[in-house]
T-cell receptor, first 114, second 118 residues
Framework: DGGITQSPKYLFRKEGQNVTLSCEQN?????MYWYRQDPGQGLRLIYY???????QKGDIAEGYSVSREKKESFPLTVTSAQKNPTAFYLC?????????????FGDGTRLSIL | AQKVTQAQTEISVVEKEDVTLDCVYE???????LFWYKQPPSGELVFLIR??????QNEISGRYSWNFQKSTSSFNFTITASQVVDSAVYFC???????????????FGGGTRVLVKP
């Protein structure tokens, strides 16, 4: 089945450590996104990418980095500069075509501090 | 700046009751899209509906219905005859016009948790 796969489902980070969250899609979508969700709150955009080898900062990019070397993959690295990384991270993708395309989401990765 | 407000943080109903979720938005764009997503306990967001700013027709899909009123900047969502499986967090979202090449940038509301008791 086509969809978005995020891994791992749960991740623990030690102080000063960088961790990478994986996001793979087989929907042939051009655009991909990373969101952060804190308890009881909505989603906030971290980074997004419209095409391979190109990405833009979202509203809360500080302390995060991404790459888009392949159309199918959009990994997110949570760096040691992100002082409050504990959250639920959701990856999404959408077709090209502008603002009317719905985004499809993965199952999320829950990141906690050890 | 765009903003989406879902004033109800949590709604609790008994099965078979109707429940209406409010969504109010702010935008300077004349053309925009509104979305509703459902987030069940498993965590992923499930797309429910999309509505563009020029289409104010209400829509019904099974037990779900949506009331879009541009004059009051509202896009409310009603679940009729609720069921336990409807228990989830529901998000309203607004798209930002500008990313013409691909994709869209969404502004989400804070979500409304719906708890349907048997």
């Amino acid at each position: 089945d086509g969809g978005i796969t995020q891994s791992p489902k749960y991740l623990f980070r030690k102080e000063g450590q960088n961790v990478t969250l994986s996001c793979e899609q087989n929907l042939n979508h051009d655009a991909m996104y990373w969101y952060r969700q804190d308890p009881g709150q909505g989603l906030r955009l971290i980074y997004y990418s419209q095409i391979v080898n190109d990405f833009q900062k979202g509203d809360i990019a500080e302390g995060y980095s991404v790459s888009r070397e392949k159309k199918e993959s959009f990994p997110l690295t949570v760096t040691s500069a992100q002082k409050n990384p504990t959250a639920f991270y959701l990856c999404a993708s959408s077709r090209a075509g502008g603002e009317n395309q719905p985004q499809h989401f993965g199952d999320g990765t829950r990141l906690s501090i050890l | 700046a765009q903003k989406v407000t879902q004033a109800q943080t949590e709604i609790s109903v008994v099965e078979k009751e109707d429940v209406t979720l409010d969504c109010v938005y702010e935008t300077r764009d004349t053309t925009y899209y509104l979305f509703w997503y459902k987030q069940p306990p498993s965590g992923e967001l499930v797309f429910l509906i999309r509505r563009n700013s020029f289409d104010e027709q209400n829509e019904i899909s099974g037990r779900y219905s949506w009331n879009f009123q541009k004059s009051t900047s509202s896009f409310n969502f009603t679940i009729t005859a609720s069921q336990v499986v409807d228990s989830a967090v529901y998000f309203c979202a607004l798209s930002e016009v500008g990313l013409k090449a691909a994709g869209n940038k969404l502004t989400f509301g804070g979500g409304t948790r719906v708890l349907v008791k048997p």
